[in-house]
């Protein structure tokens, strides 16, 4: 720290503010654990949270202290926002008729631009890795959304105002009552204070009785001025009826993933039965969001990309992994998150063999995304991978790292690299049951060690009924690997009793014995390893990367797109209006839209200065100015985005020179020695 009476420096004041986010992640991982626990007293878990909320406003404290030393890393959000709404990027859907919350529409450039990213990332994942890509049904049935968890993981508690019928989330409502409570009564003692911390750290746990007597309790009225109505679930899924009957219940998806899953055998199939493989799939994700927020990074309705990686789970190696190996990435694993609160940059092939990031799958789709992001022109010093603690994972995952995008709403998590084990498959399975299974032929055969079983099928028809053969079969699958069934044997000669799939077998059902047998293949449920990109958080993230103020004059705004993915390539601009000039601006115009360049033709009578500045807050990145010199010579001046500098070229070199800039072909820099730069006022 610096000397009393001065100013802590930047440096000092980043330490200072990652050992209190790493404390800040470290008592967040204590509450959730208290509140798991079924021994914790009310008392320790209030005593927690308190302290939780101390350590954030001490690191928010920090932050804005360390936001005030360096103004250059301010974020002009009134300036952003003002360009995304006027040049129409986003606009909030249904506006005339007063909009919905969580609902946004892309504009002309938005839409062009997210295109480019998604045709950016089909390349760099489906060509590229030989993806087998799928395009399933955004509508789901229940049954498949109950297999995979969703229709009981996505329900909170809700209540109603009597009188508008608008909906709110009860639990939410009870924190807020209680937070308002305290602050307006700030010499409230201790005593008191504490019981009611108490009853808001169990908001979320409450039965819709006991809610409601809460909120009776701490006075909670509807905007109306009414009580609420009673609590009820509320799923977060959107809810329809397939069919006219209206007996068939389904969902719009909450992900893209399910329809990967359930395809699996038919995609094994299409890739000739060769492990490992990849499907991908690009589309629409619906989740019907209480409270969105945060513009593009909390809606209703978004656009996801996802790869379903299915490998051995006794080998995730990856063939191309040498090709990253040496690529660096900036890594937050989770011991860094509790104990010194600051990232590492580490080759992809050291985290592996450390130890750091499970597997070289995992490791390669991480490289992978990395390299992508740059490729669409994403900030690299704002980009790291945070590592799911052990509280925050799934109990069937293995590990988890979430590629997060620092924008002026903080470190947004925009892509997800999961390895969930063998879970998705397994469940699937089991409710249909189908063998989601492939095989891997071994070289020479092998001796494995097995149970034999025989059943007593008088006990297992009297307790089972129907359901005895698909017991036997059970067991029996469990049986082909020794190290499968060996916790069945253990429990029955243990306990006497055990349950496989839902079902209590008993000791006298079935009899065993451990025996070998030679196999020539092996039969595997894979492992799937997920990487799961958020393409409106992405597209958000890269509309703030992309934004700046030109130095000379701040209300000059220009989007620095990167040729590749801006929404228009270039733009043709006449010097005047006359019909000879008008006609070159239209022929090269025609030239580059031949060639799949998009263009911007702007005759407006606007100085053109301001036709140049025009391009920039759309982010185009080249502008062809058709002058006098054009008539006589066949010359046109070329001028790039950014640097606003000019080169003379003749007009037939146009359309190859933008192609080779857009395809990543042709440097500036290279231009510049081909071609007489020149000095073009701007005023």
């Avoid at 878990?45 to 939780?52: Q, T, Y």
């Avoid at 470190?411 to 299974?437: F, I, S």
């Avoid at 451990?514 to 958020?534: L, Q």
């Avoid at 030109?550 to 801006?566: G, I, N, T, W």
Wanted: aromatic share 8%; net charge negative.
């Amino acid at each position: 720290m610096a000397s009393s009476g001065a100013a802590p420096g930047l440096a000092a004041l980043q330490d200072e503010l990652d050992a209190l986010n790493a404390k800040i992640t470290k008592q967040g991982s204590v509450v959730r654990e208290l509140k798991k626990a079924s021994s914790s007293n009310a008392d320790e878990i209030a005593s927690a949270v308190d302290e939780l909320k101390k350590l954030k406003i001490s690191a928010e404290s920090l932050r804005q202290q360390k936001e005030a030393l360096d103004p250059t890393k301010q974020f002009n959000r009134k300036i952003f926002d003002e360009l995304i709404l006027r040049k129409m990027f986003i606009v909030p859907s249904f506006e005339i008729h007063g909009g919905v919350k969580g609902l946004f529409d892309l504009g002309p450039p938005a839409c062009a631009l997210k295109a480019a990213m998604v045709d950016a990332w089909r390349k760099h994942f489906v060509l590229a890795e030989s993806m087998l890509e799928m395009e399933c049904t955004c509508l789901t049935p229940e049954v498949v959304l109950k297999t995979s968890g969703h229709v009981d993981r996505f329900t909170d508690l809700m209540v109603k105002d009597p009188v508008s019928g608008e909906c709110f989330r009860a639990d939410k409502l009870l924190e807020d009552a209680i937070d308002e409570l305290i602050e307006a009564n700030p010499d409230m003692p201790s005593e008191e204070r504490e019981g009611h911390l108490r009853v808001q750290i169990q908001a979320d746990a409450f039965s819709p009785a006991e809610l409601d007597e809460q909120l009776t309790k701490y006075g909670c009225k509807a905007p109306s001025g009414e009580p609420y109505g009673a609590s009820f679930p509320f799923n977060l899924m959107f809810k329809t009826s397939i069919g006219p009957e209206g007996t068939s219940v389904g969902y719009l998806r909450p992900e893209t993933a399910q329809g990967l899953f359930v395809n699996f055998r038919r995609l094994l199939d299409a890739n000739t039965q060769k492990m490992p493989f990849a499907a991908a799939q690009i589309g629409l994700g619906f989740r019907n969001e209480i409270a969105p927020r945060s513009g593009l990074l909390r809606v209703r309705e978004f656009c996801m990309a996802e790869i379903e990686h299915f490998v051995n789970p006794d080998d995730k190696s990856h063939p191309n992994f040498a090709s990253v190996a040496s690529k660096e990435l900036v890594l937050f694993g989770r011991d860094d998150q509790l104990g010194s609160g600051k990232t590492k940059t580490i080759s992809v092939g050291d985290a592996v063999s450390s130890g750091l990031v499970n597997n070289e799958t995992l490791a390669y789709f991480m490289a992978r995304t990395q390299l992508f992001m740059e490729r669409i022109g994403m900030d690299p010093a704002r980009l790291r991978f945070r590592q799911h603690l052990t509280t925050e994972m799934a109990h069937y995952a293995c590990d988890c790292w979430d590629l997060e995008i620092q924008s002026s709403y903080g470190w947004v998590e925009c892509v997800g690299h999961a390895d969930r084990a063998c879970y998705d498959l397994d469940v699937h399975g089991k409710a249909t049951k189908t063998p989601m299974v492939a095989t891997l032929k071994l070289d020479e055969a092998r001796e494995i060690e097995v149970a034999k079983l025989k059943f007593d099928r008088k006990a297992l028809g009297k307790t089972f009924k129907a359901d005895q053969r698909v017991v036997s079969g059970a067991l029996e699958a469990l049986a082909e690997n020794w190290a499968d069934f060996e916790p069945i044997a253990t429990a029955l000669e243990t306990e006497g009793k055990t349950t496989v799939d839902g079902f209590e077998i008993t000791k006298d059902m079935v009899t065993w014995s451990k025996t070998t047998k030679k196999v020539h293949e092996i039969k595997f449920t894979p492992s799937v390893i997920e990487p799961s990109f958020g393409m409106g958080r992405i597209l958000y993230s890269l509309l703030e990367h992309s934004f700046y103020q030109r130095d000379a004059d701040e209300q000059r705004c220009v989007m620095k797109f990167k040729p590749a993915v801006a929404p228009q390539k270039c733009a043709v601009l006449p010097i005047s209006s006359g019909d000879e000039v008008n006609a070159v601006v239209d022929e090269i115009a025609a030239e580059l839209m031949d060639s799949d360049l998009a263009t911007r033709v702007d005759k407006s009578t606007a100085s053109l200065g301001r036709r140049y500045s025009r391009s920039d807050e759309v982010g185009v990145p080249f502008a062809v100015t058709v002058d006098f010199d054009t008539l006589t010579d066949g010359t046109v001046t070329l001028r790039e985005r950014d640097s606003t500098i000019q080169i003379r070229l003749p007009k037939a070199d146009v359309t190859r020179v933008v192609f080779d800039f857009v395809h990543s072909r042709l440097t500036w820099e290279q231009a510049m020695e081909k071609y007489p730069v020149v000095s073009v006022s701007e005023d």
